[in-house]
């Protein structure tokens, strides 16, 4: 099964991705980490987006798609499908990501849209402590740590990254809202739009997305047509 996360940051995307990689072995590519991995190879395309990053400015789109491209080019590296994650963010991207994945002959089945409600992503997002040492993530009510403020794993210090604050929150809520919504009404006209709640506990939401995945994805005609 190929796939596309789509979601407002916070509805717990990571979670989701974890769930599809270990229990159906899906290959996971985050752009994000792509764009590390090329610039950590030091070829002469990691080199050229290095140069992006180091400046501040976005990688440009053409380059993410050909790195995406380059990675599901190879249909045995990833036998039981791929999810991307981070990409695409707007629907131009997405028109473009469509093109490309029907040249290499590996167009999604559906996209899988992770939505929550906002008191639930301010509730995860604002109360999320990372470690300065390890990196580690815990939550003050959801996931606290032994002792307030030190990481369990290393004893580093625990903080609260500077967009993890109510007011960025919001902010990037509305960039998300302007920007990266309207592909949930790109894929959902062409029918391929699988949307599971992110306000669910982590074992109910397993179900449902075990469902989505074994059935596989059915259009919303036959969906309706079996509840008439
Ligand atoms: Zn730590």
């Known amino acids: 099964m190929n796939t596309i996360l789509l979601g407002p940051p916070g509805a717990g995307k990571g979670t989701l991705a974890a769930m599809l990689k270990d229990n159906f072995g899906v290959l996971h590519i985050s752009t994000g980490d792509l764009l590390r991995e090329e610039m950590k190879g030091g070829t002469d395309f990691g080199k050229e987006i290095k140069k992006y990053v180091d400046s501040g400015a976005l990688v440009p789109d053409e380059i993410v798609i050909k790195m995406i491209e380059n990675k599901l080019s190879h249909k045995d590296k990833s036998p039981k499908g791929y999810m991307l994650d981070g990409f695409p963010r707007t629907e131009v991207q997405a028109k473009?990501?469509?093109?490309?994945?029907?040249?290499?002959?590996?167009p999604i089945d559906f996209a899988l849209y992770m939505e929550a409600s906002l008191p639930v992503i301010l509730?995860?997002?604002?109360?999320?402590?990372?470690?300065?040492?390890?990196?580690?993530?815990?939550?003050?009510?959801?996931?606290?740590?032994?002792?307030?403020?030190i990481c369990d794993h290393c004893d580093g210090e625990l903080y609260q990254?500077?967009?993890?604050?109510?007011?960025?929150?919001?902010?990037?809520?509305?960039?998300?809202?302007?920007?990266?919504?309207?592909?949930?009404?790109?894929?959902?006209?062409?029918?391929?739009?699988?949307?599971?709640?992110?306000?669910?506990?982590?074992?109910?939401?397993?179900?449902?997305?075990?469902?989505?995945?074994?059935?596989?994805?059915?259009?919303?005609?036959?969906?309706?047509?079996?509840?008439?």
Not at 96 to 106: P, Q, S, V, W
Not at 174 to 203: F, H, M, N, R
Request: glycine share 4%.
């Open 161 to 228: 990254r500077p967009d993890d604050t109510e007011e960025t929150i919001l902010n990037r809520m509305q960039v998300y809202a302007e920007k990266t919504a309207p592909i949930v009404d790109y894929y959902a006209k062409q029918d391929k739009l699988e949307t599971v709640s992110g306000d669910e506990e982590t074992e109910e939401l397993l179900k449902t997305v075990t469902k989505i995945w074994n059935d596989g994805h059915q259009s919303y005609k036959a969906k309706s047509a079996e509840r008439n």
């Open 96 to 106: 473009d990501l469509d093109r490309i994945l029907k040249k290499i002959d590996r």
């Open 123 to 149: 509730q995860r997002l604002t109360g999320r402590r990372v470690c300065r040492k390890c990196g580690a993530i815990s939550h003050i009510k959801n996931r606290p740590s032994k002792r307030p403020g």
